[in-house]
């Protein structure tokens, strides 16, 4: 007996399940703590059972959520260097990971659970963004808009220092100052230290 064939979601359940999304992202920016599954619905507007009809569990939302974040950056650092210089591509690029940074304010308990449990790898959402960030530091070598000595881990950990120091949304204006002068480190070659 032939498999019944898997019928992609219908276009409005597709909708409503990306505005969902959209709306836990926002929440969970702006949130202190874990907002419940119920605050999250009432902020989208619907029901919690249509909320549990997308997402049964904290769990799924959560992982949905940062899964979509990840691609957001994955993604993101391709789309930008197809419409930027490749500096302007890094430094749009560092605005949205302070935007996923931001994200798991209001899911970090549970997102630490799903790691721990392994149920996110930790070490495969690593190797993604350090390959985005690659993609925009090669570009901008070949362009000789970027430094050739930076590798993707020095930006990486430069990214998280200045959002742990200056944690968006609350403290945008620093850390978008922040991102400029790492930008500008990026752009300029330091001289050799060992060169009188």
Same mark, same amino acid.
């Given at each position: ?46 029901g919690i059972a249509t909320l549990y ?26 789309? @930008? ?7 302007? +591509?890094? $430094?749009?690029?560092? #605005? /949205?990971?302070? !935007?996923?940074? =931001?994200?798991?304010?209001g899911m970090l308990d549970t997102l ?17 963004? @350090? ?7 090669? +570009?901008? $070598?070949?362009?000789? #808009? /970027?430094?050739? !000595?930076?590798? =993707? ?44």
């Amino acid at each position: 007996m032939p498999e019944p064939e898997s019928r992609p979601p219908r276009a409005d359940a597709a909708r409503n399940r990306d505005q969902l999304l959209a709306v836990a992202t926002r929440v969970f920016v702006s949130a202190d703590g874990e907002p419940s599954m119920r605050a999250i619905a009432r902020e989208a507007g619907v029901g919690i059972a249509t909320l549990y009809r997308h997402f049964p569990t904290r769990e799924s939302l959560v992982d949905a959520v940062y899964r979509d974040q990840v691609g957001r950056l994955t993604t993101g650092a391709r789309e @930008l260097l197809g419409e930027l210089p490749p500096a302007a +591509a890094m $430094r749009r690029w560092m #605005d /949205l990971f302070g !935007d996923w940074i =931001a994200t798991k304010n209001g899911m970090l308990d549970t997102l630490l659970a799903m790691i721990e449990s392994g149920e996110i790898a930790h070490a495969q959402t690593r190797t993604e963004l @350090l390959a985005a960030i690659t993609t925009i530091l090669d +570009a901008g $070598r070949a362009a000789g #808009d /970027l430094r050739s !000595d930076v590798t =993707a881990e020095d930006i990486a950990a430069s990214l998280i220092g200045i959002f742990t120091v200056a944690p968006r949304p609350e403290h945008e204006a620093k850390a978008g100052r922040l991102l400029n002068l790492l930008m500008d480190g990026l752009r300029h070659p330091w001289p050799d230290p060992g060169v009188p």
